[in-house]
């Protein structure tokens, strides 16, 4: 089976993962394949906010989340943090796009200094000296000295930081409203067609008040 494209995503430690699930969902529905990079904190995190048991290993993992998301045959991969023999290593094979969701201070920071201590580094690493997509969705408030430098040195690298900070005049009726606010705006930039909400003027999503 032919996919429409490949895209990496990586989950790291910080709170919010939820939002990378969902990501994985959409992204999966939408018939990409993904390539998909879970931390040590990650799944400490998957396992503490959600109800989701996530087990050990990666093929282990790559079996309960494609089996849970309806995944087809080889949709999804998921590597191991220091498979550094798989694509999203090397600029001669990684996919076009990579998604850090969500995205904590620490990966911040050791993408900005190109650290590649682990594989989730090095594919970042990778997406920055290929010049392809980086979006970094950091999920951290407030905002330390570090963490906007940071953030600062990874736009003039080229990287989007995509803050999960979603909006309310989309009148969200719950949790999962806002967290398909964020990935809607993931979805927007991966340029992949997304029904979550609709782009500004393009729907009904907002009644503005009266300036009068």
């Known amino acids: 089976m032919s996919f429409n494209r490949t895209i990496t995503l990586a989950m790291t430690g910080a709170s919010g993962a939820d939002y990378g699930l969902r990501l994985l969902q959409c992204l999966l529905a ?11 904190a990650a799944e400490v995190v998957i396992n503490t906010e959600t109800t989701m048991s996530l087990p050990e290993g990666a093929a282990a993992q790559q079996a309960f989340l494609a089996s849970r998301f309806d995944a087809v045959p080889n949709q999804l991969v998921v590597f191991s943090r220091e498979d550094w023999f798989s694509p999203v290593a090397s600029g001669s094979s990684s996919p076009s796009s990579m998604v850090v969701c969500p995205a904590s201070g620490g990966t911040l920071s050791a993408i900005a200094q190109g650290a590649s201590n682990n594989l ?11 010049r392809r997509q980086l979006i970094l969705v950091p999920r951290e408030t407030p ?5 906007l430098k940071n953030m600062l040195a990874l736009t003039q690298m080229g990287a989007v930081v995509l803050p999960a900070s979603p909006g309310f005049y989309t009148k969200p009726n719950g949790i999962e409203d806002l967290i398909d606010f964020i990935v809607a705006r993931i979805l927007d930039q991966l340029n992949i067609e997304q029904e979550l909400f609709p782009r500004w003027g393009e729907g ?3 009644s ?5």
């Open 30 to 40: 939408a018939n990409c394949r993904v390539y998909l990079l879970i931390s040590r």
């Open 120 to 130: 989730i580094e090095r594919a970042a690493d990778v997406a920055l000296k290929e």
């Open 143 to 147: 905002y330390s000295e570090i963490h």
């Open 204 to 206: 009904d999503v907002v």
């Open 208 to 212: 503005l008040p009266n300036l009068d």
